[in-house]
């Protein structure tokens, strides 16, 4: 005889019904599952026990390693120990340097000519990742905690509409449930469920860390008028004023614009940001202070360490403009300054993106070759360039007059060059002269 498991109704003051279960384990079986960006800071574990309030889903946490180092240690046990069904720690830094940073890098993409991109470029590789974690398993939602003021929110979102315009979307800081307004709120709110957190709101920075680079707002960076307390906020490296008093030469190799190796180790693009860091950290190298536009309409002020991908982009900069001709450096730039714009507003899945990355890689068939410089105090100071396929010749720079050059034939040529000009300057003195 088959025994059917019973299971009643009863109406909510909002006029829903809610099934009632007659054990534990038939109601997690039931409950939908919530995939969670999960960080481990504040925002992120205050919204495990509150998704499991509001919406009663199962939690899984998913944490996607791009760097943050330290910041994964106790992780898993602090999302469990939080609610979390259970908590996945993936590892895509390689993933990450190679798809996602060095096309940026390639590109030589820097957003309004300061940010080199570190959390815009990370964003939708976690967007892409989660969306794999929610097929797997069989998840209808994607949780983030990205505020309704800032860039994140768009970046995450755009990234699973584009790969999973099916799954349900919960921003809590959008959503009316969500009551929370402050820090100070939110501690209390985990405080109150028994869970400890290694920070408080009054000694925390916002921060967001990968193996590129870490960012800083809040505490004094909320006014730009206020001087960063870099002996308390610096987390990479030093300020100029305390690097060391001697300079550091290193010597990097590129092939078709990616880095090969650094003073003579050959390694992946991984360990060799890893050893930038390691060495523009102890420079100084790499620590701006920005008041940036971010894509809601408002200014923010944050400090952003990127010390080992300043070098990075310099180096390549470096080579690229030995290698390169003038009209394709040129429109390189406008290339630049749009895939900035592109990976900073979180389109990283759109066509545009992938078009201009197929010009960014062709035009750096060539960028091939060794790069030397010296670190010191905050500087990135030349020290010799190198390429088979350079396209600078010593004896056309020369003031040395060569066969393949007549000073004579620069006469012709600026006539022409100038000949718009001379004419409206010419016809401007006729008409003057009625």
């Given at each position: 005889?088959?025994?059917?498991?019973?299971?009643?109704?009863?109406?909510?003051?909002?006029?829903?019904?809610?099934?009632?279960?007659?054990?534990?384990?038939?109601?997690?079986?039931?409950?939908?599952?919530?995939?969670?960006?999960?960080?481990?800071?504040?925002?992120?574990?205050?919204?495990?026990p509150?998704?499991?309030?509001?919406?009663?889903?199962?939690?899984?946490?998913a944490?996607?390693?791009?760097?943050?180092?330290?910041?994964?240690?106790?992780?898993?046990?602090?999302?469990?120990?939080?609610?979390?069904?259970?908590?996945?720690?993936?590892?895509?830094?390689?993933?990450?340097?190679?798809?996602y940073?060095?096309?940026?890098?390639?590109?030589?993409?820097?957003?309004?000519?300061?940010?080199l991109l570190?959390?815009?470029f990370a964003?939708?590789?976690?967007?892409?990742?989660?969306?794999d974690?929610?097929?797997?398993e069989?998840a209808?939602?994607?949780?983030?905690?990205?505020?309704?003021?800032?860039?994140?929110?768009?970046?995450?979102?755009?990234?699973?509409?584009?790969?999973?315009?099916?799954?349900r979307?919960?921003?809590?800081?959008?959503?009316?449930?969500?009551?929370f307004?402050?820090?100070?709120?939110?501690?209390?709110?985990?405080?109150?469920?028994?869970?400890?957190?290694?920070?408080?709101a009054?000694?925390?920075?916002?921060?967001?860390?990968?193996?590129?680079?870490?960012?800083?707002?809040?505490?004094?960076?909320?006014?730009?008028?206020?001087?960063?307390?870099?002996?308390?906020?610096?987390?990479?490296?030093?300020?100029?004023?305390?690097?060391?008093?001697e300079g550091?030469?290193?010597e990097m190799?590129?092939?078709?614009?990616?880095?090969?190796s650094?003073?003579?180790?050959?390694?992946?693009?991984?360990?060799?940001?890893?050893?930038l860091?390691?060495?523009?950290?102890?420079?100084?190298?790499?620590?701006?202070?920005i008041?940036?536009n971010?894509?809601?309409?408002?200014?923010?002020?944050?400090?952003?360490?990127?010390?080992?991908?300043?070098?990075?982009?310099?180096?390549?900069?470096?080579?690229?403009?030995l290698?390169?001709?003038?009209?394709?450096?040129?429109?390189?730039?406008?290339?630049?300054?749009?895939?900035?714009?592109?990976?900073?507003?979180?389109?990283?899945?759109?066509?545009?993106?992938e078009?201009?990355?197929?010009?960014i890689?062709?035009?750096d068939?060539?960028?091939?070759?060794?790069?030397?410089?010296?670190l010191?105090?905050?500087?990135?100071?030349?020290?010799?360039?190198?390429?088979p396929?350079t396209?600078?010749?010593?004896?056309?720079?020369?003031?040395?007059?060569?066969?393949?050059?007549?000073?004579?034939?620069?006469?012709g040529?600026?006539?022409?060059?100038?000949?718009?000009?001379?004419?409206?300057?010419?016809?401007?003195?006729?008409?003057?002269?009625?």
């Amino acid at each position: 005889m088959i025994v059917q498991k019973q299971k009643s109704t009863e109406r909510t003051d909002h006029n829903t019904e809610r099934t009632v279960y007659k054990n534990q384990e038939e109601r997690n079986m039931s409950k939908e599952k919530v995939i969670l960006a999960y960080s481990g800071g504040l925002d992120t574990t205050a919204i495990i026990p509150w998704l499991k309030e509001t919406y009663d889903y199962e939690v899984i946490c998913a944490c996607i390693d791009v760097g943050q180092e330290s910041e994964l240690d106790g992780l898993e046990e602090r999302a469990k120990y939080s609610g979390a069904a259970k908590c996945y720690i993936i590892d895509v830094v390689d993933e990450f340097c190679e798809n996602y940073i060095m096309p940026t890098v390639m590109a030589d993409a820097v957003y309004e000519n300061k940010y080199l991109l570190g959390t815009s470029f990370a964003r939708p590789l976690i967007g892409k990742v989660l969306v794999d974690i929610a097929r797997k398993e069989g998840a209808t939602a994607i949780c983030h905690g990205a505020t309704g003021k800032g860039n994140d929110q768009l970046r995450f979102e755009l990234a699973i509409k584009a790969l999973a315009p099916d799954i349900r979307i919960i921003a809590c800081w959008r959503d009316p449930n969500w009551t929370f307004d402050s820090r100070e709120s939110e501690l209390e709110y985990v405080a109150s469920k028994g869970i400890d957190l290694p920070f408080d709101a009054k000694h925390s920075y916002s921060r967001d860390r990968n193996i590129w680079h870490i960012s800083h707002e809040g505490l004094e960076l909320e006014s730009p008028a206020n001087e960063p307390n870099y002996d308390d906020l610096l987390v990479l490296g030093v300020t100029p004023e305390k690097a060391p008093d001697e300079g550091e030469y290193v010597e990097m190799t590129f092939e078709a614009g990616v880095p090969k190796s650094v003073n003579g180790k050959e390694m992946k693009v991984s360990d060799i940001i890893r050893e930038l860091n390691r060495l523009g950290g102890k420079h100084g190298i790499g620590i701006i202070d920005i008041v940036e536009n971010r894509v809601v309409g408002m200014k923010s002020r944050g400090v952003y360490e990127t010390p080992g991908g300043t070098i990075l982009m310099e180096a390549h900069k470096q080579l690229e403009e030995l290698v390169l001709d003038r009209d394709t450096l040129d429109f390189k730039r406008h290339v630049g300054i749009k895939f900035a714009d592109l990976v900073y507003e979180g389109k990283w899945f759109c066509p545009i993106r992938e078009c201009l990355q197929a010009f960014i890689v062709k035009s750096d068939e060539r960028v091939t070759g060794t790069v030397k410089f010296k670190l010191y105090k905050g500087n990135i100071i030349k020290a010799g360039t190198t390429s088979p396929y350079t396209l600078y010749s010593e004896s056309l720079a020369s003031f040395t007059t060569g066969d393949l050059y007549d000073h004579k034939d620069a006469s012709g040529f600026i006539n022409l060059f100038g000949l718009p000009m001379k004419v409206r300057a010419m016809l401007d003195q006729q008409r003057e002269g009625k």
